[in-house]
């Protein structure tokens, strides 16, 4: 067994080394980071830039991009071996509902998903790292679950929120599905020193859509949420919809 092993808050953070911790034992291990935290990057690969690796006090590798980057690197030149599993996390902070589509750390493990690699991204639902061993205990309990007994559909990508309890490894786990989000808050405005006008990214919107079933019941209600997900984005009911659209005659 060969395990590859990322995130996207960096290659100095507490969730990565506890992930690493939680995978002792259960192959050959290789980690890979972005050299300083890449959070909200999503699936994006650096194209316009050389991008360099190093290697750590601890062994752990890092590069100078993005956690697509990361793992993108490692499966075609940095590491000689194809792992048999690739990991993203342990992040701080939830990833769910609308946030999958702008995380890094579910896209570091999309990455070795559309490899054709199984896949899961952890992450704790608050931030701080609070309660990180009993986090790094739930992850290690989903990782043994899924070598146990692989799923009949492979690879599988997996995204994995665990409370910050004291008790997350004792804690009930509920397959969901996606939840989703009120519109982000309003940009943040400050003035520089030369009084010129900058802009920070707003705060995450409240969960919208968060009844029984969702990734944000799960978790609100003591539970780990494991979701499935998949890379088509198609809207298959509208396909149809869509076709007759286009089969209709256009107006003169």
């Keep these: 067994m060969r395990i590859l092993i990322a995130n996207d808050d960096g290659y100095l953070a507490p969730g990565l080394a506890a992930l690493v911790r939680a995978c002792e034992g259960l192959g050959d291990i290789d980690v890979i980071a972005p050299e300083q935290n890449a959070s909200g ?4 690969l650096t194209l316009n830039r050389p991008l360099s690796a190093y290697t750590s006090a601890n062994g752990f590798h890092y590069l100078n991009g993005t956690p697509s980057d990361c793992v993108h690197v490692a499966l075609t030149g940095l590491f000689d071996r194809r792992p048999d599993l690739v990991l993203s996390g342990i992040n701080q902070g939830a990833n769910m509902g609308d946030d999958t589509l702008y995380s890094g750390t579910v ?12 896949a899961i991204a952890f992450s704790q639902v608050d931030k701080g790292w609070e309660h990180l061993d009993a986090a790094a205990k739930v992850a290690r309990q989903v990782i043994e679950q899924v070598l146990a007994y692989p799923p009949s559909r492979r690879p599988f990508l997996l995204n994995v929120n665990i ?10 786990m509920h397959v969901t599905r996606l939840g989703r ?8 405005r400050q003035q520089n020193p030369r009084g010129e ?16 079933g969702t990734d944000f019941h799960a978790t609100a209600n003591g539970r780990v949420s ?9 809207d298959h009911v509208a396909v149809p919809d869509w076709q007759s659209w286009l089969a209709a005659p256009t107006t003169p």
């Excluded at 409370?163 to 009930?172: S, T």
């Design 107 to 118: 896209a570091a493990a999309m990455e070795g998903f559309l490899f054709g690699i199984p």
């Design 181 to 188: 989000r009120h519109a982000s808050e309003p940009v943040i």
């Design 226 to 234: 494991i979701t499935p997900l998949q890379i088509d984005l198609t």
């Design 197 to 212: 006008t900058m802009y920070w990214i707003g705060p995450a919107g409240d969960a919208r859509v968060a009844g029984e």
């Design 163 to 172: 409370p910050n309890r004291v008790d997350a490894a004792d804690l009930p």
């Design 41 to 44: 990057t999503s699936n994006s």
